[in-house]
């Protein structure tokens, strides 16, 4: 041991880096665990009220803009996911109804899956006006912006409906009317011959009153359009007269082929001066637009009976049309055949067989009259042996 206590070979203790000078624990010192340095003091900007309140205010706008992100990614994924629909649905959207109601019908009939997500798509968009009324069809899956556009789109469902050619005024009034899918009353039947029969395209809801608006508007052009080409010469001297003839053409044949050579039959006496006996004259001098009852046959004394448009008692042209012809009737009538035809009697094969001389039409007659016989007694026949079985 040296002089200062240290074991020999070894130096005492000298200051550390910083200058301060080493101090010797004892083992048990050493043992304890060291206590931890002071937290520095707080700076006095620090415990400034506008700093803390500026800290808070910008942490609040933070958290807002986080919210606000996670609620559009939401929303935007909730607008574009598939909707809960698994197979087609059909829905009316109904006249006046706005953005909101419209979300609320949608969602009660399990087209879109939030309301909420739909009025802020709408509203952000600014087209809650732009949403149209009608009936719609949503394809299973439809997300919302499949579901808004079409709304947009306004490409509701569309319906047809046939009027039939040779349909009187009151047949088409009365098919428009049986239409459930239509609304509205029609005050007043239409002038015969003032609509066009042909298939027309409507939504559901439309009035019936708008179909009838189409088909006279749609009469009126193409009369114009068919007078305006007609070959010169014809004894006709108004359109009037041209629909007027066409409907008797129209309910004489409903081949397409046979309609100018009807109508070169008409054409030819009228020019000749000779009546035209056309059977459904007789028909609407009795009945109207109403049409024969099917049980009802045309008896010999029918033939006879005179009314206004019963043209085997009348000279030339009824007052008005039986009926509401077709563009083909018209077109034939405005362009006939060129023959020298003057008769024309069914043939029993949906056609009819025509002459130039009345010996002919008669032969043909007579031959059609044998065709009707052979009918119904086959017709009887089988009535005979339907009844044997039965019994």
């Known amino acids: 041991m040296s002089s200062n206590g240290l074991p020999e070979g070894e130096s005492p203790l000298q200051p550390d880096e910083t200058g301060s000078p080493i101090t010797l624990k004892s083992p048990?010192?050493?043992l304890e665990p060291e206590q931890a340095p002071r937290a520095p003091k707080r700076s006095r900007h620090a415990r400034n009220p506008f700093v803390v309140a500026a800290n808070a205010f910008f942490s609040l706008i933070v958290l807002t803009f986080l919210a606000a992100g996670a609620v559009i990614y939401w929303g935007s994924s909730e607008y574009r996911r598939p909707g809960p629909l698994t197979e087609p649905q059909t829905v009316l959207i109904p006249n006046g109804l706005g953005s909101n109601e419209i979300a609320s019908l949608l969602e009660r009939n399990g087209v879109i899956s939030s309301v909420l997500?739909?009025?802020?798509?709408?509203?952000?968009?600014n087209i809650g006006d732009d949403l149209k009324a009608g009936e719609y069809l949503f394809e299973s899956g439809s997300t919302m912006n499949d579901?808004?556009?079409?709304?947009?789109?306004g490409k509701s469902i569309i319906h047809k409906v046939t009027l039939p050619e040779g349909f009187s005024s009151l047949q088409i009034v009365e098919v428009l009317r049986n239409n459930e899918l239509l609304t509205g009353d029609i005050e007043e039947v239409p002038v015969e011959g003032s609509l066009l029969?042909?298939?027309?395209?409507?939504?559901?809801?439309?009035q019936r009153g708008r179909i009838i608006e189409q088909m006279k508007s749609a009469q009126a052009a193409a009369v114009n359009r068919i007078w305006s080409g007609r070959v010169r010469g014809?004894?006709?001297?108004?359109?009037d007269e041209l629909v007027t003839l066409a409907s008797i053409v129209e309910k004489e044949t409903g081949k397409a082929d046979e309609r100018p050579r009807v109508a070169a039959v008409f054409i030819n006496r009228l020019d000749r001066g000779m009546k035209l006996q056309s059977d459904p004259t007789i028909i609407y001098g009795l009945f109207g637009g109403a049409g024969k009852p099917k049980d009802r046959p045309i008896y010999k004394s029918d033939i006879e009976k005179a009314t206004p448009?019963?043209?085997?008692?009348?000279?030339?042209?009824?007052?008005?049309?039986i009926a509401n012809p077709g563009v083909a009737a018209m077109e034939a009538v405005a362009n006939?055949?060129?023959?020298d035809e003057l008769f024309f009697v069914a043939d029993g094969t949906g056609g009819h067989a025509f002459a130039k001389t009345l010996d002919e039409h008669n032969r043909n007659v007579r031959r059609w009259r044998q065709i009707e016989a052979?009918?119904?007694e086959a017709a009887r026949k089988r009535a005979a042996e339907g009844e044997a079985e039965q019994q």
């Open 28 to 30: 048990r010192q050493r």
């Open 117 to 125: 997500v739909f009025r802020l798509a709408v509203q952000l968009q």
């Open 147 to 153: 579901v808004v556009a079409k709304l947009e789109s």
């Open 197 to 206: 029969p042909d298939t027309y395209t409507f939504t559901r809801g439309t």
């Open 234 to 239: 014809l004894p006709i001297s108004t359109p």
């Open 309 to 321: 448009y019963n043209t085997y008692v009348i000279d030339a042209l009824p007052p008005g049309p």
């Open 336 to 339: 006939p055949s060129t023959t």
């Open 374 to 376: 052979e009918r119904r």
